[in-house]
């Protein structure tokens, strides 16, 4: 099955070819946790490989790496989107599918811009930050 | 899902992970996740659902 609706295909290599720096999908794979009953028989790990391949193919500057157990990353399997192969800290732990897919497409549009997208005032503040903050955001597919 | 991701591309300290709550029970269970997006700021749950970037810059920053 495609991953991508074709006119949803055509927006997202629009919004690759535009990428004014690389960005490395690099994708971790280890031991899973046993999901919630419901999930059925996914491969997870199979699937975020196939996932993250297939965005890869979508633009000349998203390029897809796999690791085994790779340090740092406390859940399998997971993505770290990494403008120019730099660690940002932007991670997706768990295989993102359904809704969840449009985050990493946009997760990789910003990592491929140059300038952060924020406001100019959120911009300052987090440059003014004077110590480390770890957000987890906990999401659903649906 | 997206802001916490600019957020992290925009300063060295910050670190942004979406984590799919249905394949991480056992973490979901700790931190008590009913409702999604719950965001979780240095291992403290600080709310649940999307709210407009200066409100999320500012509960973050106040965390």
Request: glycine share 12%; no cysteine.
């Given at each position: 099955m495609p991953l991508l609706r074709p006119e949803e295909e055509t927006k997202v290599r629009k919004w690759f070819a535009e990428l004014e720096q690389?960005?490395?999908?690099?994708?971790?794979?280890?031991?899973?946790?046993?999901?919630?009953?419901?999930s059925g028989d996914v491969d997870f790990g199979a699937d975020m490989i196939r996932v993250c391949e297939a965005l890869a193919e979508l633009g000349e500057r998203v390029t897809c790496r796999l690791e085994e157990e790779p340090e740092g990353f406390p859940r399998f399997p997971a993505v770290s989107i990494r403008p120019d192969g730099r660690d940002a800290g932007v991670r997706y732990d768990g295989l993102p599918w359904g809704y969840e897919l449009g985050s990493v497409v946009g997760a990789i549009v910003e990592a491929g811009r140059e300038e952060p997208t924020l406001r100019p005032d959120s911009v300052t503040a987090l440059e003014e930050l004077d110590r480390d903050l770890v957000l987890d955001v906990f999401v659903t597919p649906t | 899902m997206l802001l916490a991701f600019r957020c992290a591309l925009a300063s060295e300290r910050v670190a942004a992970t979406a984590i799919e709550a249905n394949e991480f029970p056992q973490l979901s269970q700790e931190l008590g996740v009913f409702a999604v997006p719950r965001i979780v700021v240095n291992g403290e749950p600080r709310w649940d659902g999307a709210v407009p970037e200066s409100e999320f810059l500012r509960r973050v920053l106040a965390a």
């Open positions: 690389p960005v490395e999908l690099l994708v971790a794979l280890g031991p899973e946790e046993t999901p919630r009953a419901g | -």
